[in-house]
């Protein structure tokens, strides 16, 4: 071969390969420490969060300093970009573990991640960790990077760092890797959040669940039809940009084409949401179409509505428990003051509580799912420097709010038993005849011929349901006020001793 062709040959393959590797997305140096397994995969860039027009005009970046709920996220100030994986059964819809890698905006020591997590020094498989009083583990992967496994497993956590070498290489199911190809499309989201479904439905139970679907009552559909589109469910995928609103796409993928259900795609998906207790009002006014394999909801999301819908991956130990920092004018760090991190602690709160009393609700069920994420929310806030008078309340709060929980879960139960009590019967009632007469001899006689009727005890059942309704709705609301009250008391209470503002 001549020295030219050589060239030619070497030029070729060089330009092969080159096309041939994908490229480097967005999010690549933290996945790559993701542990494998996960059916659940979160990505968001808060530094792109907070410099969208948006984030600008809301000053997101500024709130986020005072609050771990600023803007849409629930992250400690320090991060700038997060992961988070977990296993999630999509029966019972909680997680067998969860995992974080967080990219900080300033590199640390590895002797300072149990000081900034509060937690204790611990080591396994040779690598330092911190067990979290938050029921987790924390590891250094590079000085930018840390990771978080939830719950504290020390064994799972000791095979995490096992597995998470940098490689480079990232270990992801297909529908997540289509999640992580999304992240890097133009216009680039901040918010990719996914839920791999693949294998999840069983024909017959989901053949069940469908004949009694609201939305395909009185429906020219096939249930054979839908029973087998839904068995070919992929997953579903909410894609969230930032631009000078918040706009939110979520994509339910499957197999096939959906064309099957497109009249009712809307309310069937919104219904299965629904019974779940994940409700979200923003959803009802989001337009609804059919896009090749998918079904796409899309439409304007409000920051609660954007918190909410990520409530289910965005809890304070898997974000927010790296405790914030303060730069000395020297440029040495030092811990937060009590009074910053009271702020926050109490902003952070406060921000919950009004999302869940904004929240509109249609059951019980979802009452209960709701303040049971919230409490759980408040109880894992971090605490560093957080006045104890302060750290009594948030613990008040949130035993109040599972009292609430249970309550609802209660009434839930209760109207469920009423509901499957009630009936419809047919009864006989025999002939009957009767004689009138004056005691002279005369009179006369009259009788009704025997027939069939239909009794129940609808309206008995409906007050009974009423009247537990109207009983737990007083409770609520004498709750509430007793929770506005002792915010107000804390608020004054702080601000007078620390001379800063709580808001």
């Known amino acids: 071969m001549t020295p030219s062709r050589k060239w030619l040959l070497t030029a070729l393959l060089c330009l092969l390969a080159v096309t041939q590797s994908p490229a480097a ?30 984030g ?124 992580q190809e ?4 133009e216009p680039r989201p901040q918010i990719v959040a996914a839920v791999d479904l693949s294998d999840v439905m069983d024909p017959e139970g989901l053949r069940n669940r469908l004949k009694k679907a609201k939305a395909l009552a ?37 197999t096939d084409r959906p064309d099957v259900i497109k009249s009712v795609a809307k309310r069937l998906l919104l219904d299965a949401v629904d019974s779940m207790g994940m409700a979200i009002e923003d959803l009802d006014n989001w337009a ?12 304007p999301l409000t920051e609660r509505g954007a918190r909410l819908m990520l409530s289910p991956l965005l809890h304070p130990t898997t974000t927010a428990s790296i405790e914030n920092e303060q730069v000395a004018s020297s440029g040495s760090k030092k811990p937060e003051s009590a009074a910053a991190a009271s702020q926050r602690y109490f902003s952070s709160i406060k921000t919950m509580l009004d999302d869940l009393q904004q929240q509109k609700v249609k059951t019980y069920k979802q009452q209960s799912y709701w303040y049971h994420q919230f409490a759980e929310k408040i109880d894992e806030l971090p605490m560093l420097n957080v006045d104890e ?20 879960t209660n009434v839930d139960v209760a109207q469920q038993g009423i509901r499957m009590n009630m009936g419809e019967t047919m009864v006989s009632v025999p002939p009957s005849s009767s004689y009138y007469g004056n005691g002279n001899g005369w009179g ?35 709750t509430w006020q007793n929770i506005e009250q002792a915010t107000s008391q804390v608020r004054q209470q702080m601000t007078q001793k620390y001379q800063v503002e709580f808001k």
């Not at 999304?182 to 499309?185: E, I, S, V």
């Open 25 to 54: 997305g967005p999010y690549d140096d933290l996945l790559k420490w993701i542990p494998d397994q996960a059916n659940t995969l979160l990505l968001m860039d808060i530094y792109e969060l907070h410099k969208s027009p948006l």
């Open 389 to 408: 008078d302060l750290l009594k309340y948030g613990s008040s709060v949130s035993t109040t709010l599972r009292g609430m929980c249970n309550l609802s």
């Open 218 to 254: 009185g429906q020219d559909i096939d249930i054979e039809e839908v029973t087998k589109l839904f068995t070919g469910l992929k997953g579903v995928t909410l894609v969230i940009r930032v631009v000078d609103t918040v706009q939110g796409e979520l994509h339910v993928d499957f």
């Open 56 to 179: 600008k005009q809301e000053d997101w970046a500024k709130k986020h300093t005072r609050t771990s709920l600023g803007g849409m996220s629930s992250m400690s100030p320090k991060i700038s970009k997060v992961v988070v994986a977990a296993q999630l059964n999509p029966s019972t819809l909680n997680y067998a573990w969860e995992a974080g890698v967080f990219q900080l905006d300033l590199g640390i020591k590895e002797k300072e991640l149990s000081r900034l997590v509060s937690g204790t020094p611990d080591s396994v498989s040779g690598k330092p960790i911190v067990l979290s009083p938050r029921n987790a583990y924390f590891v250094q992967f590079q000085q930018w990077i840390i990771g978080m496994m939830k719950p504290a497993n020390r064994q799972a956590m000791a095979q995490w760092v096992r597995f998470a070498r940098p490689t480079g290489r990232v270990v992801l199911p297909p529908y997540l890797t289509q999640a």
């Open 444 to 478: 006369y006689g009259y009788g009704t011929p025997g027939y069939t009727t239909s009794v129940n005890n609808y309206g008995m059942a409906s007050n009974m349901i009423a009247k537990s309704a109207g009983a737990a709705n007083a409770i609520v609301a004498k």
């Open 182 to 185: 999304t992240a890097g499309n």
């Open 288 to 299: 609804a179409k059919v896009d090749g394999k998918s079904i796409v909801l899309s439409g």
